[in-house]
């Protein structure tokens, strides 16, 4: 009878060793991915987004202060787990500056750069494409001094 249970035992625990065992991406995983996206630059700081599904699409908002005369470098990066794909826009006093999303070509980047022209406030605003549930990092990082 011991020898029954020890084999079942066995058995067992080899399955349960062997099992495929899937793992969502943290939002720490995808600040390393997006760090290696944003590739030679100074990472500043990131941005974690998590929004549920809506009509019109939740925005998150963040506000950063940039200096004049520096390339900074805004990269984003989606979770595999999510089907939402994040869009980030820059402003600057309600003007668009840039965006990683073009409507009009339908062009989505992975991370867009700006020359700050004036030191000052600006917008970071963080949605997803069509009002679908998201997860999502975006990172600022300093390219360089001009």
Known sequence: ?????????ITTALMLGFANVS?????????????????????????RIRLDAGDPPPIQRF?????KGIKYRFSVCNSKDYEGKVVLQLLDNNR?????????????????????????????FFNFRDGKPG??????????TM
Not at 1 to 9: P, T
Not at 63 to 67: A, F, M, N
């Open 23 to 47: 793992k969502a991406q943290s939002e720490d995983d995808l600040v390393e991915i997006c760090g290696m996206i944003a590739g030679d630059a100074t990472f500043l700081k990131d941005f």
């Open 1 to 9: 009878m011991k020898n029954i249970f020890f084999a079942f035992f």
């Open 135 to 144: 997860l999502a990092v975006g990172l600022l990082s300093l390219v360089e």
């Open 63 to 67: 506000s950063v202060i940039l200096r």
């Open 96 to 124: 668009l500056l840039a965006t990683t999303y073009i409507v009009a070509t339908g062009a989505d980047h992975p991370s867009i750069e700006y020359v700050c022209t004036r030191t000052g406030a600006y917008h970071l």
